[in-house]
């Protein structure tokens, strides 16, 4: 592997070369079992240049993708073929396909055409599953002349045996929802308007009914509140630029019913947007969805050469009840990352800290990944003891990731006990891009609850993915996730380890442990 291979990300999908944003049309191959992802890509620039077109990569694993170009292509050259979803027509509702398409790879795109000033929704489908399109020859399916009315997401909805399409009325702040029996009649059904956080557009929408799971991770059989609706925003999201929200509720085929006014953030990142999920799934009631792991405020600048920006790792989604506080609990949604480790290998036996190891401010404990290749796996619980936690000043537990033990290049994160906040800073990483651009922010953080309480005592848990430039964390089993990017200036491995609290006997660690990984068969990492 070259050197300037260090930039992209070993599990996280990237193009080899040029622009990537949203995740498109993802959809699972049942006969072939093969993950399809398409992504609004323009292979020639690293900025957001038209044409925009429809990259694809596909993987058997969701952890190594294999690039194969372009999908779908502009019909004229102004236009661009933005962002959409792929149904798998196996009844021929569409009556597109003949026999000698596999009922399973019966595949229709619905996008978005870009083109003289309109945004209209259009089809293609693809009689080799899924790797070349041809357009419907009565394209548009769905045109009200409207410049911003796009991203359309369609699912199979059993109930009432049609197609359902929600479709972003962008700068109206609607969510459309339309019906059809064939792909191609579309019947307005309903809006849901003006919700949530606004920002300043809304993108990206999709309906889907998640798994509620009782407290005993038994699915809920009988329960109409399993259905939810994304949205992303953008710019205008609470930490700025990006963001995906969601709304829990009901629906019938015609109209989706929040079951309360309240709005939530499917990750609480910077670097996190254009949430999609996959049509069909290997076990076909699993909701797997993925994200562009990055944010309109800084994309277009951040410090690589050959590509610009990856999309996140696989993951699973359900409900179910959160403790919020001692008297409140709700129905939540759980996120945890599609991480099968067979195409791995473990460099080294995983690392960790002694349970109950006592951390003092004089004297960090330090974890020397000597093999790592830039993918790291960690867990890492800690303990607060509540009635210690000095009111005043800083009182954290921080950790320090680097390349090597002297570096001055580090990535810090942590908890501040005070606050019951967890921090990141990504600021000391070198890079002129960090340093100067002010809407990267350097310090983020998000609001813990413990993930449980013991005589006086709160425990925490994160489970963290560590890919080069991209760090996804999943706290308490999922209940919160949150995607940061980081640049270095140079892009090399983190291999060192350094923790250390600012108090004594306030903190203990319960369990830390680093996992240094790597692609079995490292010939293809994109
Ligand atoms: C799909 O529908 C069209 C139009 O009715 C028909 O010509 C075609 O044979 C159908 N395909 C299959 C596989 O039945
Ligand atoms: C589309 O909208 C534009 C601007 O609102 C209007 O001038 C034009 O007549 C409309 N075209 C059609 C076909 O309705
Ligand atoms: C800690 O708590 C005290 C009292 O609530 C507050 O005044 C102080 O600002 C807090 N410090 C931090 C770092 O959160
Ligand atoms: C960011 O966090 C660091 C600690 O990691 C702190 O020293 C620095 O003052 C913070 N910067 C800002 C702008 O808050």
């Given at each position: ?22 995740p498109?049309g993802l959809?699972?191959?049942a006969?072939?079992?093969?993950w399809?992802?398409?992504f609004q ?7 957001w ?12 694993d969701?952890?190594i ?17 933005f962002?959409?979803?792929?149904v ?13 398409t ?6 229709v795109a619905i996008?978005?055409?870009d ?21 419907y ?7 009200i ?11 199979w ?5 049609r197609?359902i399409?929600v ?6 702040f ?5 019906s ?11 809006g ?8 300043l557009?809304?993108?990206c ?8 799971l009782d407290a005993?991770g ?21 930490q ?10 009901e ?5 989706f ?11 609480l ?10 049509y069909?799934?290997?076990n076909?009631?699993d ?12 994309t277009n ?5 050959q ?18 506080t ?6 939540n949604?759980f996120?945890a990352?599609?991480w ?29 990944l000597?093999q790592?290749?830039?993918?790291l ?32 290049q ?5 908890f ?5 906040a ?11 891009f ?10 983020l953080?998000?609001?813990l609850?413990?993930y ?18 991209i ?8 209940a919160?996730?949150?995607t940061?990017?980081?640049f ?11 923790m ?10 319960k ?7 790597a ?8």
């Amino acid at each position: 592997m070259g050197l300037q291979d260090l930039e992209h990300p070993l599990v996280h999908l990237t193009p080899p070369h040029g622009w990537l944003n949203d995740p498109n049309g993802l959809w699972y191959d049942a006969k072939d079992e093969l993950w399809h992802c398409y992504f609004q890509h323009n292979p020639d620039s690293t900025v957001w240049k038209q044409p925009i077109c429809w990259g694809h990569s596909v993987s058997k694993d969701a952890i190594i993708w294999d690039y194969k170009g372009l999908a779908i292509v502009p019909p004229d050259s102004d236009g661009g073929v933005f962002s959409g979803s792929v149904v798998v027509d196996n009844r021929n509702t569409s009556e597109l396909f003949d026999e000698s398409t596999d009922p399973r790879q019966r595949v229709v795109a619905i996008w978005t055409q870009d083109a003289d000033g309109i945004q209209r929704q259009m089809i293609s489908y693809s009689m080799d599953g899924g790797y070349s399109f041809k357009d419907y020859a009565h394209n548009p399916v769905l045109d009200i002349n409207n410049s911003n009315f796009r991203d359309p997401k369609v699912i199979w909805h059993k109930e009432t045996g049609r197609w359902i399409m929600v479709v972003a009325l962008s700068q109206k702040f609607e969510i459309s929802i339309y019906s059809s029996k064939d792909l191609i009649h579309w019947q307005y059904e309903s809006g849901f308007a003006v919700r949530g956080f606004k920002g300043l557009q809304y993108e990206c929408p999709g309906l889907i009914k998640v798994p509620l799971l009782d407290a005993n991770g038994q699915e809920v059989k009988d329960t109409k509140d399993n259905w939810v609706l994304y949205i992303s925003i953008n710019p205008g999201a609470p930490q700025g630029g990006s963001a995906t929200e969601y709304f829990i509720g009901e629906f019938d085929g015609k109209v989706f019913q929040p079951r309360d006014n309240q709005v939530r953030l499917m990750d609480l990142g910077k670097d996190f947007y254009a949430f999609q999920t996959f049509y069909n799934t290997p076990n076909d009631k699993d909701v797997i969805g993925m994200a562009w792991a990055s944010n309109w405020q800084y994309t277009n600048q951040t410090p690589t050469s050959q590509y610009r920006s990856c999309l996140t790792m696989l993951r699973k989604l359900h409900l179910q009840k959160l403790q919020i506080t001692p008297e409140y609990s709700e129905i939540n949604l759980f996120s945890a990352p599609l991480w099968d480790q067979d195409s791995l290998v473990n460099l080294a036996p995983p690392k960790s800290l002694t349970p109950d190891a006592p951390l003092l401010p004089n004297h960090g404990l330090n974890i020397n990944l000597d093999q790592g290749e830039g993918l790291l796996e960690f867990t890492w619980e800690w303990s607060v003891q509540d009635k210690l936690v000095p009111k005043a000043d800083f009182c954290g537990i921080t950790m320090f990731l680097k390349d090597q033990e002297t570096s001055n290049q580090f990535l810090s994160l942590g908890f501040e006990a005070n606050s019951s906040a967890f921090f990141l800073d990504r600021g000391n990483t070198g890079s002129h891009f960090t340093e100067t651009n002010p809407l990267f922010t350097r310090n983020l953080s998000a609001d813990l609850t413990p993930y449980r309480t013991f005589q006086g005592t709160s425990i925490y848990k994160v489970h963290g993915i560590l890919d080069r430039n991209i760090l996804e964390l999943y706290f308490n089993d999922g209940a919160l996730a949150a995607t940061y990017t980081f640049f270095y200036l140079e892009n090399r491995p983190i291999r060192w380890v350094h923790m250390e609290s600012s108090v004594n006997d306030v903190f203990k660690i319960k369990e830390l442990r680093f996992t240094e990984l790597a692609i079995k068969s490292p010939s293809k990492t994109y």
